[in-house]
Nanobody, 120 residues
Framework: VQLQASGGGTVQAGGSLRLSCAAS????????MSWYRQAPGKQREFVAA???????NYRDSVKDRFTISRDNAKNTANLQMNSLKPEDTGVYYC???????????????WGRGTLVTVSS
C-alpha cells in the first residue's frame, strides 16, 4: 500500500492550505485515515483522524481551524487548514489503517510526508 500526500507549500500566517492523500495498492478497506506532523527538532504528533463511518477528532491546537475529510470510494483523505500559524510548520504525514483482505488484521501505513511552512 502506498500513500501519496500532496498540497504542501509555503504560506503566510493566516493563510490556508489543503493537503490531499491518496492510498493505492492492496486495499480491502481503510478503517481510519489520519494526519500527523513533525516540526523541526520536535517529535511527531497527531493532528487529526477520521474513522470510517465515525466522527473526526483533532488535537486541541488545530480544532476550529483544520477539517479532515475522506472519500471512501476513492481511498483519499484531505486536510483543509485555515488560519495557519507559524507553529503549524512541519512535515505532514498521511496515515492509513488498512485491511489488505477481508480477513486480514489492520495494518498501519505511512506516507512520505509533505512540507508545510507558515511564515510570520
Amino acid at each position: 500500500v502506498q500513500l501519496q500526500a500532496s498540497g504542501g507549500g509555503t504560506v503566510q500566517a493566516g493563510g490556508s492550505l489543503r493537503l490531499s492523500c491518496a492510498a493505492s495498492g492492496k486495499i480491502f478497506d481503510i478503517n481510519t485515515m489520519s494526519w500527523y506532523r513533525q516540526a523541526p527538532g520536535k517529535q511527531r504528533e497527531f493532528v487529526a483522524a477520521i474513522p470510517i463511518g465515525g466522527s473526526a477528532n483533532y488535537r486541541d491546537s488545530v480544532k476550529d481551524r483544520f477539517t479532515i475529510s475522506r472519500d471512501n470510494a476513492k481511498n483519499t483523505a484531505n486536510l483543509q487548514m485555515n488560519s495557519l500559524k507559524p507553529e503549524d510548520t512541519g512535515v505532514y504525514y498521511c496515515v492509513a489503517d488498512v485491511r489488505n483482505t477481508s480477513t486480514s488484521s489492520l495494518r498501519k501505513y505511512w506516507g512520505r510526508g509533505t512540507l508545510v511552512t507558515v511564515s510570520s
